[in-house]
């Protein structure tokens, strides 16, 4: 199993430019989410998803759009970049059946916008 | 909104000897706290968690201590190794599909 697979590894954008973060996941996970991770604040919640066509906004969903049409992918969107927005972007998912709560992590992508 | 503070943000330790890092929570209805490692250049990796219905868990050098009435869990590392430095974050989880607020982090320093 790859687990979570995030791509690309590393991006600069110049504000107002749009891109997709790609993240995949091979162990058949309901439950999806994405993160930002600031220095000093810990990781905190963009958006997630319980399964493909369920998606819904965590702490700080705004400029970021995500779509489920599969179980495997959740990709996040960024419509107009802003310099607030660089960041690193984990994508994480979990199973939601048999009790466990561990979410897996993806290898993160470091995102500066000029 | 709801929050975890953690504390401290930087503990240096002396290689064997023990290290203690210390969360708090505001949501009354949170009932799963788990601790996540955090290596340079990596993702979270989940180390421990707990449950709302029970006080402590241990595995090997690694222990979670939670007090509900105070709104108050705590990571224990015994016998701290070179590998175990890195940065520890705690959380807490509310809404009904768990999702997790998570504390500030805690960079763990061990010196030889």
């Known amino acids: 199993n790859a687990g979570v697979t995030q791509t690309p590894k590393f991006q600069v954008l110049k504000t107002g430019q749009s891109m997709t973060l790609q993240c995949a996941q091979d162990m058949n996970h309901e439950y999806m989410s994405w993160y930002r991770q600031d220095p000093g604040m810990g990781l905190r919640l963009i958006h997630y998803?319980?399964?493909?066509?369920?998606?819904d906004q965590g702490e700080v969903p705004n400029g970021y759009n995500v779509s489920r049409s599969t179980t495997e992918d959740f990709p996040l969107r960024l419509l107009s970049a802003a310099p607030s927005q660089t960041s690193v972007y984990f994508c994480?998912?979990?199973?939601?059946?048999?009790?466990?709560?561990?979410?897996?992590f993806g290898p993160g992508t470091r995102l500066t916008v000029t | 909104g709801e929050n975890v503070e953690q504390h401290p943000s930087t503990l240096s330790v002396q290689e064997g000897d023990s290290a203690v890092i210390k969360c708090t929570y505001s949501d009354s209805a949170s009932n799963y706290f788990p601790w996540y490692k955090q290596e340079l250049g990596k993702g979270p990796q989940l180390i421990i968690d707990i449950r709302s219905n029970v006080g402590e868990k241990k595995d090997q050098r690694i222990a979670v201590t939670l007090n509900k009435t105070a709104k108050h869990f705590s990571l224990h590392i015994t016998e701290t190794q070179p590998e175990d430095s890195a940065v520890y974050f705690c959380?807490?989880?509310?809404?009904?599909?768990?999702?997790?607020?998570w504390g500030a982090g805690t960079k763990l320093i061990i010196k030889p």
């Open positions: 998803s319980v399964g493909a066509g369920i998606t």
């Open positions: 959380a807490a989880s509310i809404g009904s599909n768990y999702q997790l607020i």
């Open positions: 994480a998912s979990r199973t939601v059946a048999g009790g466990s709560y561990e979410q897996y």
